[in-house]
């Protein structure tokens, strides 16, 4: 049995009205997503200025902290606790001594500084060598 061909694929011109319609929409919806905040940490980035300071040579682990000392760890907010056993763990599976990095806020208290540099350098954990991050001196 034969079935007769009814079906044209192009029978009018071809319309655009659609393929506007919906690039308008992808336009907006594209120009909206750009106005959305970005997600991450909102840190002032205006570390202190240093020249001459000696460059990391060795395995590096970096732990930074915002203006209302919240801790974060590999982009994770964590508690100080759950910082000391995270710490111990990369010390111990480091072939080399690490170095610990500190980027603060400019708000972050000396007290805070110096209560992360004490706890890193505790013996449980053993870092030893410990950088603050800053920037080099604009020429």
Request: aromatic share 6%.
């Given at each position: 049995?034969?079935?007769?061909?009814?079906?044209?694929?192009?029978?009018?011109?071809?319309?655009?009205?659609?393929?506007?319609?919906?690039f308008f929409?992808?336009?907006?919806?594209?120009?909206?997503?750009?106005?959305?905040?970005?997600?991450?940490?909102?840190?002032?980035?205006?570390?202190?200025?240093?020249?001459?300071?000696?460059?990391?040579?060795?395995?590096?682990?970096?732990?930074?902290?915002?203006?209302?000392?919240?801790?974060?760890?590999?982009?994770?907010?964590?508690?100080?606790?759950?910082?000391?056993?995270?710490?111990?763990?990369a010390a111990?599976?480091?072939?080399?001594?690490?170095?610990?990095?500190?980027?603060?806020?400019?708000?972050v208290s000396?007290?805070?500084?110096?209560?992360?540099?004490?706890?890193?350098?505790?013996?449980?954990?053993?870092?030893?060598?410990?950088?603050?991050?800053?920037?080099?001196?604009?020429?």
């Open positions: 049995m034969k079935f007769p061909r009814s079906a044209k694929i192009l029978r009018n011109q071809f319309d655009v009205a659609p393929f506007a319609a919906v929409a992808l336009l907006i919806f594209l120009l909206l997503t750009a106005l959305l905040p970005v997600p991450g940490l909102r840190m002032s980035l205006t570390p202190p200025s240093a020249a001459d300071l000696p460059g990391v040579d060795r395995p590096v682990v970096a732990i930074a902290v915002d203006a209302q000392n919240r801790l974060f760890f590999q982009n994770q907010i964590v508690t100080e606790a759950v910082l000391k056993t995270a710490l111990a763990a111990k599976s480091a072939p080399t001594p690490l170095t610990l990095v500190i980027h603060a806020d400019k708000a000396f007290d805070e500084l110096a209560h992360l540099a004490l706890l890193a350098r505790a013996p449980e954990i053993g870092i030893t060598n410990l950088l603050l991050a800053t920037l080099p001196v604009p020429p």
